[in-house]
């Protein structure tokens, strides 16, 4: 099961500085979706929002899955995010535990979510053993350990090496493949936006307003080969031109209102 998103007429603010302004945005059951836009634009906050650890100021989040069922939501940010005193095993185990899922199940599930990113010999470190890239494996099991309706990603690879990023990317791939839950992923990242999601929605500044939003044709199932492809290539090509297309044309209805610059839009 997955989640359809929605948000209606939201604004948020934050002391003197509005984040969004009148927001709207709806995302189907089982989608994969980017969002990209500059620093401060709000990027953060919508996830936040969708998560329930912000409210708006005005308007309605809504995270639906059915009258039956209460969205589980699962959240994995830039940095890991691990406990220095809790095993792997142990940090991964922590979701299910806060659910109250019976302790003799417990271990078992966080073990089978390990094996699934590919650090089931690792169960017993403790994260100042880890890598960059292994802590980001185990806060993804720790992410997918409850099977979450919705997935929300804040730029969780952008201090990785190339090498490790690409087969961090490749997982979370296969992984929405075989699970289907709705994916938000936050990324500066053109290159990135294009190869994981189906769907690239870019933000302008605050208030942060819907510039562009598209949907890929690149195939649905990715592989490292495609990094190099015509195809892939041809892809960012119209992403960038549809974004270029997208700010000219905001820039012209915001001049006349001493809005902001184009220049000043994506450095």
Known sequence: MSARVK????????????IFDDLDLQIDPGSFVAVMGPSGCGKSTLLRLLAGLEMPDVGRVQVDVGAQARPRISFVFQEAQLLP??????????PLELDGVDSREVSALARDALIRVGLGEALQKYPHELSGGMKMRVSLARALVTRPHLL???????????????RLQNDLRAFWLAERMT??????????????????????RRPAEILLDRVSELPTHRQDALRVSSVYLFEIEKLQS???????????????????????EFP
């Not at 929300?152 to 690409?166: I, K, M, Q, S, Y």
């Not at 000219?248 to 610059?261: D, H, K, N, P, T």
């Open 242 to 264: 549809q974004l270029q297309d997208a700010l000219l044309q905001a820039a012209r209805q915001s001049r006349a209102q001493g809005g902001w610059r184009l220049d000043e």
């Open 7 to 18: 948000l209606t007429d939201v604004a948020k603010r934050f002391r003197d500085s509005i």
């Open 85 to 94: 005193w809790r095993s792997v095993l142990q940090n991964v185990a922590l």
């Open 152 to 166: 929300l990603l804040d730029e969780p690879f952008a201090a990785l090496d190339d090498v490790t990023r690409f």
């Open 183 to 204: 994916v938000i992923f936050v990324t500066h990242s053109m290159t990135e936006a294009a190869y994981l999601a189906d769907r690239q929605i870019m933000l302008s």
